[in-house]
């Protein structure tokens, strides 16, 4: 092989070159061209923030749940018709026993105030062959 030698060879030129003067004031102008770049701050309370607002998710749930099952449940108390068969059928339970049960409000608003003329109750009682029952009774 033969020996090769670059300081003897010619050399070619690539055809680029540098303008005069160009490297005289090269690192201030590369210094004015780059700006400082601005650095990203990731802060901390971002993160926290975000466990702020699972944490009072999870509070508003638990608060919440008791409140919404109380209004959803159907209550366990029957109606007036289920009551007034419970004691229509249930003859142990004495008038007595009843109006001892009751308040005085309750007892205010049994009371019906029947308006019936004179006439037409006359006219009952003299119509009614077992009027002697009512009298007695």
Known sequence: MKAFKLDNEPRI?????????????????????????????VPLFRQRKSWIYAAAAVLVL??????????????????????????????????EQLVDLLETEDIEKIKIDYKIEDKALEDMLSSNADIENYITD
């Not at 608060?63 to 142990?92: M, Q």
């Open 13 to 41: 030129t690539t055809g680029f070159t540098t303008p005069a003067n160009y490297f005289e004031n090269f690192s201030e102008r590369v210094m004015q061209k780059i700006a400082e770049p601005e650095v990203k701050v």
């Open 62 to 95: 638990a608060l919440s749940i008791p409140v919404l099952n109380k209004f959803t449940t159907p209550s366990n108390e029957p109606d007036t018709a289920t009551l007034e068969n419970y004691l229509a059928y249930h003859a142990d339970i004495s008038d």
